[in-house]
């Protein structure tokens, strides 16, 4: 890189990481959410928008619209674990199936903007259609608030196969292809266009090659370094040759962190020169790693990224190769890196992990945003899929509800429990909506359940992993027909709405969790979190025993240690309230229904850290 290359990417921008950071935190603080809007959904049978398909986050295959996992009497849910509504499903497929035959509902106005930016993310993910995990969900949270500003946003994906046919998709365009070199040789690309909820998403399909072929967006039969590789050159070209110059461009985690080493290498000289580039570090554990060999298909010299200063992953000094980290590299060759919650940041740069020394070096250019969550799809006051249930239960009393009236979570929570086979109980309904992996804290979600239930209360899992074999054996075994607990074994997006709407509690016990979204959403259906004390769960959840009178109001329950006594202290604290304070716990849903957890804060740190990286 030459020396005006490294200064660019280096450039400071002092004081930049106080103001952002703390202007998101003093608007979510003093603003709530304003307006409850749903998402829009399409008129006819074949529905969508937020509501569409769901995605097993084990296996990250794509199924059917409504189709939630294994059918009822499957082995991972023996006995009576989901109702029969309907000849085709369970009651939160037919609730989904109803809800999406309402009127589609008008898509919020676009503000005006004196100053428009023109945005380019480049992922391998962006919900609802390509989503695995939150890095999705962040990305069309993120680009969909950014576009409602008045800016231009697009978002460039891989061409995954198993999209193609998405119902999301709205004014699909074709627009031709393109070549790229790659590996000694040129690869045709196929760019199809399309809109999703108002953002432009440019998908680049290779021709002639096996990349992102298949029925899941990771694990398909090809070699996915090779694949990510060519859609980070694949990226950089088309912005090239369709004549787009962005003011940034926004890569996430690996996958598209080798555009930077592309971009200031290669594309910068060839006339690609008018961005600067943002990274977000949505989790540092999966870091990319790289031969030298691979790296040089790109048609860069590998080898001459195998040095501390740039991409050397130190972890395998003395090894026989040595290897890259490409999240490394675009940690040094971005002009600005985000991770998505200030206390994850301060835990990635103090945590001894290999990558603290590389952090440290960004100094005021390592920031922490904390993410936000739709507040149009996850609005328990105009949720369709709760008004539909209500129409089917025909109950008179509304499903829906809001921080001012909690009448209808009463009313839908004993329709829930009734659906779900659990018995009548005045306890407190507690769940867990997570992957079963170690680092959710799969043995305190083992213990929570049974302390609930010792407590007098009732437990819903819903999740997957591969610790989901533990979890089916003790469905099998000791709570085989229990009236107080179920657990389900895949993921379904309808039943999780309906779950956080029916629950009092939502337990996070997270061994480490960089923002975390379950508590956001939970917070907003007045369910109350549970949590460890780590990363996002950190900043966004407060203790109701350690917030004095001016602070921000509690809205939670916190523990700090990895141990079952640790988390019975807070698990017992919010059952004991719940079942001997019901004035002070209908505040504690207040405090928590009000807060603001929707993307405009986050949106408007990300803008002015773009203005801010222009200057660069």
Not at 216 to 221: A, L, P, Q
Not at 362 to 371: A, E, I, Q, S, T
Not at 407 to 416: E, N, S
């Amino acid at each position: 890189m030459s020396e005006r290359m490294q200064g660019l990417v280096a450039g400071g921008i002092a004081g930049a990481a106080a103001s952002v950071a703390a202007a998101a935190t003093r608007e979510r603080r003093a603003t709530g959410d304003a307006t409850l809007r749903m998402p829009s959904l399409p008129s006819s049978s074949s529905s969508s928008s937020l509501y569409s398909s769901w995605h097993h986050r084990e296996s990250s295959k794509s199924f059917p619209l409504g189709r939630g996992g294994p059918r009822p009497g499957h082995s991972v849910t023996k006995g009576r674990a989901v109702s029969d509504v309907s000849a085709g499903g369970t009651f939160y497929e037919a609730a989904l199936t109803a809800a999406s035959l309402n009127p589609r509902t008008k898509e919020p106005e676009i503000q005006r903007c004196d100053e428009p930016l023109h945005v380019v993310h480049i992922t391998a993910e962006m919900a609802p259609m390509a989503k695995v995990g939150g890095l999705g969900d962040v990305v069309h949270g993120l680009a969909r608030a950014c576009h409602l500003k008045g800016h231009d946003v697009e978002v460039i994906l891989p061409g995954y196969s198993c999209v193609s046919d998405s119902p999301v998709w709205e004014d699909t365009q074709d627009e031709g292809y393109f070549d790229c070199t790659y590996r000694g040789g040129t690869v045709g690309v196929r760019v199809v266009t399309a809109r999703v909820h108002g953002v432009r998403v440019v998908r680049l399909i290779p021709q002639g090659v096996n990349y992102f072929q298949g029925g899941r967006i990771y694990g398909g039969g090809y070699n996915e370094m090779e694949a990510y590789l060519f859609f980070c050159r694949a990226a950089l070209e088309w912005l090239l040759q369709a004549g787009r110059r962005p003011q940034a461009i926004h890569l996430h985690d690996w996958h598209t962190a080798a555009c930077s080493f592309l971009y200031w290498e290669e594309y910068y000289g060839r006339g690609l020169n008018s961005a600067r580039l943002c990274l977000t570090i949505h989790n540092l554990d999966h870091t990319g790693e790289c031969r030298q060999d691979e790296l040089s298909w790109t048609g860069l010299d590998g080898a001459s990224f195998a040095t501390m200063d740039r991409a050397l992953d130190p972890r395998t000094i003395g090894h026989n190769p040595e290897r890259l980290s490409l999240l490394k590299g675009g940690i040094v060759f971005c002009n600005s890196v985000v991770t998505v919650s200030p206390t994850y940041r301060q835990e990635t740069l103090q945590g001894g992990a290999y990558m603290n020394k590389t952090l440290q070096d960004k100094g005021g250019r390592y920031l922490g945003v904390l993410n936000g969550i739709d507040v149009d799809e996850w609005n328990p006051a105009e949720d369709r899929l709760f008004h539909a249930a209500q129409e089917m239960a025909k109950s008179t009393v509304p499903f829906n509800f809001d921080a001012s009236n909690v009448a209808g979570k009463k009313a839908l929570q004993a329709y829930v429990r009734a659906q779900l086979g659990l018995r009548p109980s005045e306890g407190p309904l507690v769940i867990c909506v997570t992957r079963l992996v170690p680092q959710k804290g799969a043995h305190l979600i083992r213990h929570a359940i049974f302390r609930t239930i010792e407590k007098g209360g009732q437990f819903v899992l819903l999740g997957s992993g591969h610790l989901s074999p533990e979890f089916e054996r003790l469905q099998q075994n000791e709570l085989r027909d229990s009236p107080d607990a179920k657990i389900f074994l895949f993921y379904s997006d309808p039943l999780s709405h309906f779950l956080y709407g029916a629950a009092d509690m939502c337990l996070v016990p997270s061994m480490f969790e960089p923002c975390g979204l379950t508590q956001m959403i939970s917070m907003r259906y007045g369910s109350i979190p549970v949590v460890r004390r780590t990363g996002g769960l950190a900043d966004t959840v407060r203790d109701v025993n350690e917030t004095a009178d001016w602070d921000p109001p509690s809205n939670g329950f916190v523990f700090d240690g990895a141990d079952e006594r640790s988390l019975d202290s807070a698990l017992d604290r919010a059952i004991d309230m719940f079942t001997m304070d019901p004035k002070g716990w209908t505040n504690l849903m207040k405090n928590a229904m009000e807060e603001n957890f929707s993307w405009g804060p986050s949106a408007d740190a990300y803008i002015n850290l773009y203005r801010e990286n222009m200057h660069l």
